[in-house]
């Protein structure tokens, strides 16, 4: 039995073989245990080209799934069966909840998880400063962790913070050497759907280890209640009552600004703009349900990017140092569905929760506001957004020869492209396309040196090697 919480961020695979259900956090190692050859699941290939990462339970080998979320599954005498949860579709029939409710509610799951010495991954930004803000106002003895070179926004404004309020912050800066040093051990890690421009999740960690056990404590998901994608005031509660016609043409629109980036250099994965239209109609049949067609893009959000795409972060970050991320309880999840839209952007939220804590955080900039007001003010989104300087250090990656040349000449990415394309790629150092390539050109070799039995098997098999009677069954809970 496999049962999976309301997102399932963390990445859980399975797959079914000669009546034997084969499962575990690796993907490569279950193709080996299964004995399958390594093939390209062309559709996630494409939805991590479009999207940025897949979608539903593709993974990048056809053969292998990833466990659905909020769900049950049973496997017994050669076959499984898989129950889901309606805790996704009741949340916009439940009566309204004010700001204050949710925040109570998220205080008591901020108290229960983060502990009283967190290490509070702290940027420039909302969720972060939420955190540091309630770890303080409860007595916590917090610690600042922050990535990026010392001029880039977010080391500037968190050092800032971390000085006046006499915390412990320490800071990481990225080296681009470091991307492919490790890219092996992290397309292990994230079934290669972390593209590695994104990388840095775990190379930011690799160096948090010498901060000792604490837990890490991260804002993933707190955009739920920001109104993702479409954070737009009046304008996105008008097209958010298009329903699902609203949410086609919005991932239309945004794969096939994708697609046109990627068309010129890799044409076999953006061939036609029929691409963009399909998967716009598999999205919205993904997040069908009760709600708005904002309710719906909050579902995908949850339910899809932060699951595939987050969630593979999640990953990174743990397999380095312990991790926790509030915003992923469920109890959390169900009362902010329930908070009026109105409270649900600008970041309305986040600075209420702020200001009921720790006030002076309020005095600080954000990288889009000189000071953080307690209100977003009126027209907060057509307002030209100052520069901001990355912490990422890719566009150095993007100049490596030794990734150039990694690209080039990796055969395996034949399949997706030719020789001649990828020599133009490199030659006009076209960020999104290395990005991809630098990726997709690290999995076939990762297969072919996975060794039999490096991951989790079949459950009967494990019990028994464990000392169990081999009948004993095994339930696995994946969050």
């Known amino acids: 039995m496999i049962i999976t919480s309301a997102v399932s961020a963390h990445p859980y695979y399975y797959v079914v073989k000669d009546g034997r259900l084969l499962h575990g956090q690796d993907v490569f190692s279950l193709v080996r245990q299964a004995g399958l050859p390594w093939r390209w699941n062309q559709r996630a290939v494409r939805q991590l080209t479009l999207l940025g990462h897949p979608t539903g339970e593709d993974t990048l080998h056809p053969d292998v799934r990833r466990v659905p979320n909020a769900a049950v599954i049973r496997f017994a005498h050669g076959r499984m069966t898989i129950n889901r949860s309606s805790f996704w579709d009741t949340l916009p029939q439940e009566p309204a909840l004010s700001p204050l409710d949710v925040s109570d509610v998220l205080h008591e799951v901020l108290d229960e998880l983060t502990g009283d010495h967190p290490l509070i991954s702290l940027s420039g930004g909302f969720d972060s400063r939420l955190l540091l803000g309630r770890a303080i106002a409860v007595g916590s003895s917090p610690q600042a962790l922050t990535m990026g070179a010392p001029d880039s926004t977010d080391q500037v404004i968190a050092t800032r913070i971390a000085r006046d309020l006499g915390i412990p912050h320490h800071t990481i800066e990225l080296n681009p050497a470091d991307y492919l040093t490790h890219a092996a051990r992290i397309v292990r890690i994230t079934g290669g759907t972390k593209t590695a421009a994104n990388w840095h999740t775990y190379l930011y960690t690799v160096g948090a280890r010498a901060y000792g056990a604490?837990?890490?404590?991260?804002?993933?998901?707190?955009?739920?209640?920001?109104?993702?994608?479409?954070?737009?005031?009046?304008?996105?509660?008008?097209?958010?009552?298009?329903?699902?016609?609203?949410?086609?043409?919005?991932?239309?629109?945004?794969?096939?600004?994708?697609?046109?980036?990627?068309?010129?250099?890799?044409?076999?994965?953006?061939?036609?703009?029929?691409?963009?239209?399909?998967?716009?109609?598999?999205?919205?049949?993904?997040?069908?349900?009760?709600?708005?067609?904002?309710?719906?893009?909050?579902?995908?959000?949850?339910?899809?990017?932060?699951?595939?795409?987050?969630?593979?972060?999640?990953?990174?970050?743990?397999?380095?140092?312990?991790?926790?991320?509030?915003?992923?309880?469920?109890?959390?999840?169900?009362?902010?569905?329930?908070?009026?839209?109105?409270?649900?952007?600008?970041?309305?939220?986040?600075?209420?929760?702020?200001?009921?804590n720790l006030p002076r955080l309020l005095e600080y900039p954000t990288p889009f506001?000189?000071?953080?007001?307690?209100?977003?003010?009126?027209?907060?989104?057509?307002?030209?957004?100052?520069?901001?300087?990355?912490?990422?250090?890719?566009?150095?990656?993007?100049?490596?020869?030794?990734?150039?040349?990694?690209?080039?000449?990796?055969?395996?990415?034949?399949?997706?492209?030719?020789?001649?394309?990828?020599?133009?790629?490199?030659?006009?150092?076209?960020?999104?396309?290395?990005?991809l390539l630098l990726t997709l050109a690290h999995v076939e070799p990762v297969a072919r040196e996975t060794r039999v039995g490096s991951g989790c098997a079949d459950p009967r098999a494990r019990s028994a090697a464990d000392g169990a009677p081999a009948g004993v069954s095994q339930v696995v809970t994946a969050r």
């Open 369 to 435: 506001e000189p000071v953080m007001y307690r209100r977003a003010p009126a027209g907060y989104w057509l307002r030209r957004k100052p520069p901001v300087v990355s912490y990422n250090a890719f566009a150095g990656v993007v100049q490596d020869k030794r990734v150039h040349e990694r690209i080039i000449e990796e055969s395996s990415l034949d399949a997706f492209t030719t020789r001649r394309q990828r020599e133009a790629i490199v030659r006009d150092r076209v960020p999104h396309a290395i990005d």
């Open 214 to 356: 604490t837990p890490h404590v991260v804002g993933t998901n707190g955009e739920l209640v920001r109104t993702p994608y479409c954070n737009r005031g009046a304008l996105a509660r008008t097209l958010g009552r298009g329903g699902d016609a609203f949410v086609r043409a919005f991932f239309a629109a945004r794969t096939e600004w994708r697609r046109r980036r990627f068309a010129r250099y890799l044409p076999l994965l953006t061939d036609s703009p029929r691409d963009s239209l399909r998967l716009a109609d598999e999205i919205a049949r993904l997040v069908e349900g009760p709600g708005d067609g904002l309710a719906h893009l909050d579902r995908f959000f949850s339910v899809q990017r932060v699951r595939h795409f987050h969630g593979n972060g999640l990953a990174l970050y743990r397999t380095n140092i312990p991790t926790v991320s509030p915003f992923l309880d469920s109890r959390w999840i169900r009362a902010a569905a329930r908070m009026p839209r109105v409270e649900r952007m600008g970041c309305n939220f986040h600075r209420l929760v702020i200001e009921r």
